[in-house]
């Protein structure tokens, strides 16, 4: 069988790094190499830089991608009986967010605990709380018994996640509470009792954050109503890398007559967004990709926070919660108003009509 060995480099350091990689031959069947971390829901592997598989002789075809920020390598290559195959494929940045103040973040992650800290690097992605609380269910790794003291790992100076992110998702809504010290306990509950507005009153009452994970959630305008939740899920799991997920699942189902097809539920999304800002909420987005349950890759959809100082997980949720950023699956979009950028407050000078 020919053997392939790849080694991604980064351009710009001239150095191994970490990212992800699909390999599938011309029939649609994916491979994975051993020793990588394999996630088949979105036919990818995460690799450290370096690897190498053993294949059939077949036409392979090879996609390289790191986060948003480096451009993807892809290519075709005929292997043939009895031959070694040594590639090197260079990634190139297009930007450098965190060099302009910009760090990334995925708000919605369900992958294990151990493998946190390559996925991130692989991804380029600044910020992941891993959501180790689900409802009544704790923690990713088996192995985990005790939560460490230290709630934050940091993969380097730049690339941090934390291991306690406890997402309470049922009928009425799903709500994700970030930074927690200890899981959120509320005894005996059902799919509707106590409604998701008990977390989030108690989470506040211990100094954490929620997001309302998604707006047509039935309880979200109650939620955002009563002052419940920081943030709000614009860009969301249902826009996925392959195709977007076309119904609200559980939640206020749209009219299909004025929002229809793919974009009739992002137009969907936007203007129920739209609503709260029209009723002078001053509500912050926020993006998740809910790998380990849906078809993406950690950080597909990410939200890019502005810090003026040097990076901090901490500080990153802080801007979060103030409104300095933008939400993306791939686009970078810079604007400013009178010299403001996102988050800050504009007094009109003249008065708004209505056109």
């Known amino acids: 069988m020919p053997l392939l060995k790849i080694q991604v480099l ?4 001239s150095q191994i790094t970490p990212a992800r990689v699909h390999l599938r031959d011309e029939k649609g069947k994916y491979y994975y190499p051993k020793k990588c971390l394999p996630y088949e829901k979105d ?3 995460t690799t450290d830089g370096q690897f190498k598989i053993l294949l059939p002789v077949c036409k392979i075809s090879l996609l390289v991608e790191k986060g948003k920020e480096y451009i993807p390598v892809e290519g075709e290559f005929d292997l043939e009986k009895g031959q070694d195959y040594h590639i090197d494929c260079e990634l190139q940045r297009w930007i450098n967010m965190a060099e302009l103040g910009w760090y990334s973040g995925d708000l ?16 380029d992605l600044n910020v992941a709380p891993n959501i180790t609380v689900w409802n009544d269910w704790k923690y990713s790794d088996k192995d985990v018994k005790l939560v460490p003291r ?15 992110t406890q997402e309470d998702e049922r009928q009425g809504s799903a709500l994700i509470m970030f930074n927690l ?36 959630w039935w309880e979200a305008p109650v939620n955002i109503a009563l002052g419940g939740v920081d943030t709000i899920g614009i860009m969301n799991n249902h826009i996925q890398r392959d195709e977007i997920m076309d119904n609200e699942a559980w939640g206020k189902p749209r009219d299909l007559q004025k929002y229809p097809g793919y974009k009739g539920f992002v137009d969907n999304v ?5 609503h709260y800002l029209n009723l ?3 509500l912050p987005i926020s993006a998740g990709s809910a ?3 849906l078809k993406n890759p950690v950080g597909f959809n990410r939200l890019y926070v502005h810090l003026e100082e040097e990076f901090g997980y901490y500080e990153w949720f802080i801007g979060m919660k103030q409104g300095r950023s933008f939400a993306t699956n791939g686009p970078m979009l810079f604007f400013a108003i009178d010299g403001q950028e996102p988050g800050a407050n504009i007094k009109s000078k003249t008065p708004f009509r209505r056109r």
């Open 10 to 13: 980064d351009s710009s350091k």
């Open 43 to 45: 036919n990818h592997f």
């Open 108 to 123: 919605h992650i369900h992958r294990p605990i151990g493998e946190m800290k390559n996925l991130i690097l692989a991804e």
């Open 150 to 164: 230290n709630r934050i790992i940091q993969a380097d100076k730049l690339h941090a996640t934390s291991i306690l």
């Open 181 to 216: 010290d200890s899981p959120i306990e509320l005894g005996l509950r059902s799919d509707w009792y106590p409604a998701g507005f008990a977390y989030c009153r108690i989470a506040h009452e211990m100094g954490y954050m929620v997001d309302q994970e998604k707006p047509f």
């Open 270 to 274: 936007l203007d129920q967004y739209y």
């Open 280 to 282: 002078g909420m001053k």
């Open 291 to 293: 790998s380990g349950v």
